[in-house]
């Protein structure tokens, strides 16, 4: 069965600092695993993805994840934090398998990321 | 326009009104979702829409009717309602395919609609 946890439910940061956003997840198969950003009153946007190529997988706005299959982590990380930056974050992973045609996203319950000035 | 669009952005309505909300995906997509989403809570799949076929009715409630007359466009119908249906309704679409040894496949969302029932 897959399943996604977000450690932390707020992390608040100082801008300039880097940024840690953690996320575990279980599944069955070859996972796909995404992160997407939901500012206030906005849909989801895509951050980034990753799909059993690189290990590292850069994304927009200078964030990044590495897939760590030994400790299934899917972590989010910005060198930098920007003021923008603020907005929830949900990390996801998708039903994978050979033969499986479900594409199915299962969320995890997202991270509230606060950036002081 | 490119991209999700949802219509409306806000909709306010009561117990025994009858709305519908409209999601339109620019991006030649198979499949469209529908989300919604609940203070303090997960997103949850409610309907999922393959080639305009219905593939996944997530035990949602007959008071959500969803309607897909075509791959590009998505309805969900809402009649007599309750307040716990508030919520931020999200639809996402996708192309559907595979790849060696899984599947992949990104969901992209529309802005969402925020629908206050009273």
């Known amino acids: 069965a897959q399943s996604v946890t977000q450690l932390d439910s707020h992390v608040s940061v100082s801008e300039g600092t880097p940024v840690l956003l953690r996320c575990n997840y279980s599944?069955?198969?070859?996972?796909?695993l995404f992160w997407y950003v939901q500012h206030p009153n906005k849909g989801l946007q895509l951050l980034l993805k990753?799909?059993?190529?690189?290990?590292l997988v850069k994304g927009i706005n200078g964030f990044e994840a590495e897939f760590k299959k030994s400790e299934t982590s899917f972590h989010l990380t910005k060198p930098s934090a920007h003021m923008s930056d603020a907005a929830e974050y949900f990390c996801?992973?998708?039903?994978?398998?050979?033969?499986?045609?479900?594409?199915?996203?299962?969320f995890g319950r997202g991270t509230q990321l606060t950036v002081w000035p | 326009e490119t991209g999700v669009t949802q219509t409306p952005r806000h909709l306010v309505m009561g117990m025994t009104n009858k709305k519908s909300l409209k999601c339109e995906q620019h991006?030649?997509?198979?499949?469209m979702y529908w989300y919604k989403q609940s203070a303090k809570k997960p997103l949850e799949l409610m309907f999922v829409?393959?080639?305009?076929?219905?593939?996944e009715n997530n035990s949602v409630p007959s008071r959500f009717s969803p309607e897909c007359p075509n791959s590009s466009h998505l309805f969900l119908h809402l009649h007599t309602l309750q307040p716990e249906d508030s919520a931020l309704y999200l639809c996402?679409?996708?192309?559907?395919?595979?790849?060696?040894?899984?599947?992949?496949?990104?969901?992209?969302f529309g802005p969402g609609t925020r629908l206050l029932v009273l």
């Open positions: 991006l030649g997509h198979n499949a």
């Open positions: 996801v992973v998708s039903e994978g398998g050979q033969g499986s045609t479900l594409g199915r996203l299962y």
């Open positions: 829409y393959n080639f305009k076929e219905q593939t």
């Open positions: 990753y799909t059993s190529a690189a290990t």
């Open positions: 599944s069955s198969y070859s996972p796909s």
């Open positions: 996402a679409s996708s192309q559907r395919g595979r790849l060696a040894g899984g599947i992949q496949e990104t969901q992209y």
